[in-house]
Structure formats: C-alpha cells, structure tokens
C-alpha cells in the first residue's frame, strides 16, 4: 500500500543522457600569434527536476488536491554535469540550451483507487518527463494509502 500523491509532490530526479551539446576548441600558437582551433565536440546529461501541478481535483486531503493519471508535472532541466570550464588552453562552447523548463505527466496510478474514473496516483507512480525520461513520484501523503 502507498500514500497518495498530491499537489506539489515531487518527482524523483532524473537524468537524459547526451542532451547538452558542446564544441571544443584548443589554442594553437601559430607565427601570427595564438588561434583557437577545432578539437572536436562532446556532450553531457541534462538533470530533471519537478513536482505534481494538480490546479483541481475532486478530492483534497490536508486541503492539497490528489493526483490522478493524465495529470501534469512542471519541471526544470540543466545541464548535469556542467559543461566543462574554459581555460586558457581550451575553450568550450555550448551549442544547445543548458537549461529549460516543460511539462511531464503522471502515466501509472493505483489498480484500486479511482477519482472521477482515473486511477489516483500514488507515491512510486511513473512519471514521462518533458525530456521524455521516466521518474517516480518522491513523496505525497501517507494518511490514505492505495494498492499499487
């Protein structure tokens, strides 16, 4: 049996693999003085972070809606790890965002539990990331506990 998950539960983080990319360069002393040269290109993860936006529900606990399926999670995403800091032999440049934001949602709930004919989402309920990684949902209400 798990609680509920709930209004501003969140979700556990999650990391996509090869979503930031980068250039490198490296500099080249050359007759007429130093050139920065291509040296390539690389990538690193983006982290996901979020919690469960319930605007309404029809049924509250402690006053906090309760999650169903379907419902959204508001999410924030930065490169992780960082790309790597400049130095004065290698410059890195990225070459796509390093940090956004979107909307995941909550696809499993409670085989039992239903609120106006979805399954109610429960604390372990997978979630789709805007990045379109899978996560679970952290925490919620433990008061009223569902099947799984």
């Not at 979020?50 to 309760?66: P, T, W």
């Not at 399926?69 to 004065?88: L, M, R």
């Not at 995941?104 to 379109?132: F, H, P, Q």
Request: aromatic content about 4%; charged content about 25%; some cysteine.
């Amino acid at each position: 049996m798990a609680g509920v998950a709930i209004n501003g539960s969140e979700i556990n983080e999650s990391v996509k693999s090869g979503h930031v990319t980068y250039d490198i360069q490296r500099r080249r002393d050359t007759d007429e003085g130093p050139k920065w040269v291509d040296a390539g290109s690389g990538s690193t993860g983006a982290k996901i972070t979020g919690s469960v936006s319930v605007s309404s529900s029809r049924l509250k606990i402690e006053g906090e809606n309760v999650a169903t399926v379907g419902d959204k999670t508001n999410e924030t995403w930065e490169a992780y790890p960082p790309i790597p800091s400049s130095t004065s032999s290698r410059r890195y440049t990225a070459t796509s965002p390093t940090r956004g934001s979107g909307q995941g949602k909550i696809t499993s709930g409670s085989t039992r539990g239903k609120l106006g004919g979805k399954a109610i989402a429960l604390i372990g309920s997978r979630v789709e990331t805007c990045l379109g990684t899978i996560t679970t949902i952290k925490d919620g209400n433990e008061k009223v506990k569902f099947e799984s």
